[in-house]
């Protein structure tokens, strides 16, 4: 065989990369055209391929926290599909009780620590949830994704330092979409290549196309296996592309529309499905029969939000303190 | 058998009890290792336990902040340390967006339960940047608890209660000239609940609600009241968020008048939020119009002259309840 990934890897990868592409579509059909979704709107579109090289390279016992644009990882260590539609949607149902949004999936469970809105915090939080593997004596290591706009906060320098002085387990991968909401990485920073950030505090790093999830998976992997020996952290870039708008709302004037076409003839779906093809990994039978089951699954997840009913009123001051005395000031 | 210790040693017992009880607790913070705390609470307590446990960080309060966060979220119970309150104005976002809400927003799923401590409010000279008391600050955030002791007993038997049964994230209040306040202590174990005010001096005339450092003149206002034949009753909340207003009222049914003593800011402080509770709980029971004295209302300056005269003493509380009193001089 020509590819160096067996042949179920190629198809797990195909299914959850379909998966999250299908689902944020359809999340963005009833976002525009019927209205059912609000509020802040960030799709993982064109960066899937990062998300299923890092299952792959990583076990379930593995922790991911990342920022905003949370969709994709969050169904890929396995929030249910019907719990990320259900949260979209507000509902009781969702996997943070129609409490986050988009902006906030949540899945303990799942190892699955969030969806966080403000720009590079979750860098730090990440580092703390290592901090306590390393305590526990565990091997587990930590993945703390963010985009290149947070590379500029001081939260990532700090946490870069600490991260080296006590070598916790936990790989920073920052996923380079070039664009920090509406302004171009150059326009942020003498400094372009991000992974040379990590120069300052001496942490390894390393480069990755983020378009291929075998080159997510081999850098990923190199990261982790460093992370368990208790060889420290490591900072990824990997260079990624989002083919939508910052989140819903973004005009996106500040790119050509020729651009955006380049990167689509990048798509890391497609290239996943070429090489898929070329190598007789799977059958059009064997791709259609995967893309079915992830629209039946989508097509569910709506149904299942639809019909779900809103939180009760009473969840206001619920989830608020673990304390179930607590005396709120309600006037 | 108590024994009269100092404040800091109060909180060294409190920690190093929870620390040799349950291994996921530990202690992080500037200097608070190798230097053995910059107050000299943790004195020993890296020899004791190790550098495992009791961790010294680089000067990086948002980075040890996050650090101390995440680790609670992933199943410790981290001790933080601020050299100052004023420092962790730095960490605020980890405390406010981070800790504070994570809960909720996990509908749920990811508890913080971590202690933040040290020193808050003015202590002499030392300029408006190392002078700020954050109690009300705090105490608008719902989701953590604020707890502010006047005394060693207090301050023990709280940060012991704080580390082992809250599992919500709690800010622990000092200060630095409180460290060596002496106090009766006594030996064996206990623990304070939170939100739980604590009458300090039983008075029928007036009462007098304070917290922290505060209550030093908030007693000693009382004591010069005796002796012009006031009998004040005074009060220690201990906890401000969440606020035992109940306490105070009860006090305010018997005494008709109520006088609030605090450091904070005026606007929108710990003061402002009694008064209203007590304006609507207890209308009928007020005699007088419900007066405090706070900080001035600017930062503080370095002058001795100038601090004296932002900060509340005993001349205007005795002042101000004898106002309340409607008394004559």
Same mark, same amino acid.
């Given at each position: ?17 379909q ?10 059909e009833k ?8 509020g802040?709107?960030h799709?993982?579109?064109g ?41 979209l ?21 799942c ?7 403000i720009?590079?915090?979750q ?12 305590y526990?004596?565990?091997?587990n ?12 906060q001081?939260i ?5 330092n ?45 480069t ?8 997510v ?30 989140s ?6 500040y ?6 076409d ?39 997840s709506?149904k ?21 005395n607590?005396p709120?000031?309600?006037? | ?50 550098? &495992? ?11 040890? =902040? ?29 405390i ?13 799923q ?21 002078? =700020? ?9 719902p ?33 630095e000239v409180?460290?060596?306040d002496k ?16 009458v300090?001096r039983?008075?029928?005339d ?9 209550m ?13 034949g ?8 201990? =906890? ?11 006090s305010? &049914? ?9 450091e ?24 007088a ?22 900060l509340?003493?005993?001349?205007? =509380?005795?002042?101000?309840? &004898? ?7």
């Amino acid at each position: 065989m020509a590819t160096k990934f067996s042949r179920e890897t190629y198809l797990y990868w195909y299914e959850l990369m379909q998966l999250i592409r299908q689902f944020e579509l359809m999340a963005e059909e009833k976002y525009k055209m019927e209205g059912k979704i609000r509020g802040f709107f960030h799709a993982y579109v064109g960066q899937e391929a990062i998300a299923a090289g890092a299952m792959t390279a990583t076990r379930p016992e593995d922790l991911f926290i990342t920022a905003y644009r949370d969709h994709g990882l969050a169904i890929a260590k396995g929030v249910s599909v019907n719990s990320c539609m259900a949260e979209l949607y507000g509902k009781a149902t969702g996997n943070a009780k129609g409490k986050g949004g988009s902006m906030h999936f949540f899945g303990k469970d799942c190892n699955f620590y969030g969806g966080h809105g403000i720009v590079g915090a979750q860098i730090g939080t990440g580092a703390g949830l290592a901090f306590a593997e390393q305590y526990r004596g565990t091997d587990n290591v930590v993945l703390a994704y963010f985009g290149d706009g947070a590379a500029r906060q001081g939260i990532l320098h700090e946490t870069f330092n600490l991260a080296m002085l006590w070598k916790l387990p936990v790989i920073f991968i920052c996923e380079n979409n070039n664009y920090a909401m509406g302004t171009s990485i150059e326009r942020t920073s003498n400094v372009i290549d991000i992974y040379k950030l990590a120069d300052a505090y001496e942490m390894p790093a390393d480069t990755i196309d983020g378009m291929s999830a075998e080159s997510v998976h081999e850098g990923i992997g190199r990261a982790v296996k460093r992370a368990r020996e208790k060889g420290g952290p490591t900072l990824l870039e990997i260079k990624t592309y989002r083919y939508k708008g910052h989140s819903i709302s973004d005009p996106q004037k500040y790119r050509t529309k020729d651009e955006v076409d380049e990167y689509k003839s990048k798509d890391p779906i497609h290239q996943l499905l070429k090489t898929m093809r070329d190598n007789n990994l799977a059958t059009d039978e064997e791709i259609k029969a995967i893309d079915q089951r992830v629209d039946a699954i989508v097509t569910e997840s709506v149904k299942f939000a639809e019909e779900s009913p809103w939180p009760d009123d009473s969840e206001v001051l619920k989830d608020v303190y673990v304390d179930q005395n607590y005396p709120f000031i309600t006037d | 058998m108590a024994r009269s210790i100092a404040f800091r040693e109060a909180l060294r017992e409190a920690l190093s009890e929870e620390m040799r009880r349950d291994d996921r607790v530990f202690l992080m913070g500037e200097e608070v290792a190798e230097y053995n705390g910059a107050y000299k609470v943790s004195q020993g307590m890296l020899a004791e336990f190790g550098p &495992k446990r009791v961790i010294d960080t680089p000067i990086s309060e948002l980075g040890f =902040t996050a650090v101390g966060v995440g680790a609670a979220q992933n199943g410790l119970r981290p001790v933080v340390e601020f050299m100052t309150w004023n420092f962790a104005v730095l960490a605020l976002d980890q405390i406010l967006n981070t800790a504070s809400k994570m809960l909720a927003m996990s509908g749920g799923q990811v508890s913080c339960p971590i202690v933040f401590r040290g020193p808050n409010g003015s202590a002499g000279q030392l300029g408006a940047q190392h002078s =700020t008391a954050f109690e009300a600050l705090y105490a608008n955030i719902p989701g953590i608890k604020v707890v502010s002791p006047s005394n060693g007993y207090d301050a023990k038997g709280l940060l012991k209660q704080a580390i082992r049964y809250e599992e919500d994230p709690v800010m622990f209040m000092e200060s630095e000239v409180m460290y060596g306040d002496k106090c009766e202590v006594p030996e064996s174990e206990y623990y304070i609940e939170l939100g739980k005010a604590d009458v300090k001096r039983i008075g029928r005339d007036v009462t007098i609600v304070s917290f922290h450092k505060m209550m030093k003149v908030a007693l000693g206002a009382a004591a010069e009241l005796e002796k012009e034949g006031i009998s004040a009753e005074v009060i220690d909340l201990r =906890t401000i968020r969440p606020l035992d207003w109940m306490t105070i009222l009860e006090s305010v &049914k018997k005494t008709n008048r109520l006088v609030i003593v605090e450091e904070q800011w005026p606007f929108a402080s710990v003061s402002s939020e009694i008064t209203y509770r007590i304006q609507k709980e207890g209308f009928d029971y007020l005699d007088a119009p419900i007066r405090r004295i706070t900080a001035a209302d600017a930062p503080l300056h370095y002058a001795p002259n100038l601090v004296n005269a932002a900060l509340p003493d005993v001349p205007r =509380t005795v002042k101000l309840v &004898k106002e309340v009193m409607y008394a004559r001089k």
